[in-house]
């Protein structure tokens, strides 16, 4: 069954999959889903760099290429501070 995510869990797993390098290629992604939103919003936010975000704007699919992104300083605090405590 599916699993509606916030904003907050679905940017931890962005980041975090960022700084495994997990993403190997570019995609194809309609612009009005989370992951272009939430990748959207880390490039404008900074936590991110070295990442192609296209515009999305009145298109059905856009481009999102993170395989050179990397964690800024201020991506790898956020994921610090949302780190799960055990």
């Known amino acids: 069954m599916a699993h509606n995510v916030s904003r907050t869990e679905e940017l931890i797993g ?37 990442a192609f975000v296209e515009d999305g704007t009145n298109k059905p699919i856009a481009s999102i290429d993170l395989h050179q ?12 501070a949302h780190q799960p405590t055990a």
């Open 14 to 50: 962005i980041l975090t999959d960022v700084s495994r390098h997990r993403f190997r290629q570019a995609r194809s992604i309609n612009p009005e889903s989370m992951l272009y939103q939430t990748t959207h919003y880390a490039v404008q936010e900074k936590l991110i760099t070295d």
């Open 69 to 80: 992104a990397s964690l800024t300083k201020a991506g790898e605090e956020f994921l610090a």
